[in-house]
């Protein structure tokens, strides 16, 4: 069964640093996600992004924030300036289609936890 | 998306049904019940999901109220590997927007 890929499974960084987390939805999907969950919270949604361009975002997806789909099979969440506060599980998702059709389930990968220190 | 309201968490013996629920007072027409549930340390996975009529699926049942303001999945022999936290979100198909918006959901304990 196709799956959602997430590398690394865990990213330590100091402050300030930038880092790039990366995603490989499934090969059909046209929708993608990039949600947190710090710990012991609720799962947090950041970002979503179709047609190469964003199509929605929280308030948490500042600046500090962006997504790339540099080729075909890759999406990626850069954080420019890690902050303390940015430590979390990092989850992607895709989807086939968006919330307007039946097909819009969102298969999400296993994160990729950020420690930053 | 209109709010969902679930118990924080439920217990339930290992091979038995298991049912659990939500209330969505305010839901709209056009809000479709969507359930997810994560394991311990993983991404959330999607569960099940309807409009109005009742769902069945490999891995559990979606019961709906007829005004629609409550629902219950229904797992019907819970296995230790159900032992996880259910969602239950509500996704208006109105092109509003493709985000998930997850709650507390109900942490589900299975015991041997």
């Known amino acids: 069964e196709p799956e959602v890929t997430q590398t690394p499974s865990h990213q330590v960084t100091q402050m300030g640093q930038e880092v790039i987390l990366r995603c490989v939805p499934i090969?059909?999907?046209?929708?993608f996600y990039w949600y947190r969950q710090i710990l012991g919270q609720k799962v947090e949604f950041l970002v979503s992004?179709?047609?190469?361009?964003?199509?929605?975002k929280s308030e948490i997806f500042d600046d500090q924030f962006s997504v790339e789909r540099p080729d075909g099979s890759n999406f990626t969440l850069k954080i420019r300036s890690t902050k303390l506060e940015d430590s979390a599980m990092y989850f992607c998702?895709?989807?086939?289609?968006?919330?307007?059709?039946?097909?819009?389930?969102?298969?999400f990968g296993p994160g990729t936890r950020l420690t930053v220190l | 998306d209109a709010k969902t309201t679930q118990p924080n968490s439920m217990e339930s013996n290992e091979e038995e049904p298991v049912h659990l629920p939500c209330n969505h007072s305010t839901i709209s027409g056009t809000d479709y019940i969507h359930w997810y549930r994560q394991l311990p340390s993983q991404g959330p996975e999607y569960v099940i999901h309807g409009l109005t009529s009742n769902v069945n699926n490999r891995m559990a049942s979606l019961a709906i109220a007829e005004d629609r303001k409550s629902s219950t999945l229904i797992l019907h022999r819970a296995t230790l590997r159900d032992a996880a936290v259910y969602y239950c979100i509500l996704r208006r198909n109105n092109n509003a927007g493709n985000m998930l918006t997850f709650g507390g959901g109900t942490r589900l304990m299975v015991k041997p």
């Open positions: 998702a895709s989807s086939l289609a968006g919330v307007t059709s039946y097909t819009d389930t969102q298969y």
């Open positions: 090969s059909n999907h046209l929708y």
């Open positions: 992004f179709y047609n190469n361009e964003i199509s929605e």
